[in-house]
């Protein structure tokens, strides 16, 4: 079935990088561009990018541009989020999400959750 | 900015229809998706492009636009369906999250 597998929880210290990894599973991984999104403790939802899988390109939100890097391997059909200069506000649960007619998400993945914290 | 405005919360009894708006300048010129979230859990696409429903979704969910408001319909409300609910919407630049609204049924 489709999937998308995410890695496991993180704690880091704040001014750290963190990278978060997306398997994804029983599609055609190139054919379906990735979205990223986070939420804060007890907050919405907030996008932070979108990577097409095929050929790279990404566009990020502006809020997180220059701190943020989504990249993917089409050999292993993982996707990455690299989110860098950690502080505490960034701790979260981030999902990697399947996109789907223009700018829906049908497929999530099950969340990572990633402390900052000194 | 983009910004789409949800009221925080929704009340209905159960078998009651529930609407929850969401309203943004942009909308009339994009189409909108809505999201369920339960506890603990990652968000369900419930509607896309407006008004369409994915596979496996019940048919008692249902989303229509007008002007600047997007509304998502739940008709006969099931105890289920208490969840945060999130309408999205985009443009070249990238996509926004309402800021939720929480159903409880009563």
């Known amino acids: 079935q489709v999937q998308l597998v995410q890695s496991g929880a993180e704690v880091k210290k704040p001014g750290a990088s963190v990278k978060v990894s997306c398997k994804a599973s029983?599609?055609?991984?190139?054919?379906?561009?990735m979205h990223w999104v986070r939420q804060a403790p007890g907050q919405g939802l907030e996008w932070m990018g979108i990577i097409n899988t095929s050929g790279g390109y990404t566009n990020y939100a502006r809020k997180f541009q220059g701190r943020v890097t989504l990249t993917r391997d089409t050999s292993t059909s993982t996707s990455y989020m690299e989110l860098s200069n950690l502080r505490s506000e960034d701790t979260a649960v981030y999902y990697c999400?399947?996109?789907?007619?223009?700018?829906?998400?049908?497929?999530w993945g099950q969340g990572t959750t990633v402390t900052v914290s000194s | 900015s983009y910004e789409l405005t949800q009221p925080p919360s929704v009340s209905v009894s159960p078998g009651q229809t529930a609407r929850i708006t969401c309203s943004g300048d942009?909308?009339?010129?994009?189409?909108a998706y809505w999201y369920q979230q339960k506890p603990g859990q990652a968000p369900v696409l419930v509607t896309y492009?407006?008004?369409e429903r994915p596979s496996g979704i019940p048919e008692r969910f249902s989303g229509s636009s007008s002007g600047t408001t997007v509304t998502l319909t739940i008709s006969g409300v099931q105890a289920e369906d208490e969840a945060v609910y999130y309408c999205?919407?985009?443009?070249?630049?990238?996509?926004?999250f309402g800021g939720g609204t929480r159903l409880t049924v009563l």
């Open positions: 942009a909308l009339p010129k994009q189409y």
């Open positions: 029983g599609y055609g991984f190139t054919r379906f561009h």
């Open positions: 999400a399947r996109s789907f007619r223009q700018y829906g998400m049908d497929v």
């Open positions: 492009k407006d008004s």
């Open positions: 999205q919407s985009g443009d070249s630049t990238g996509t926004f």
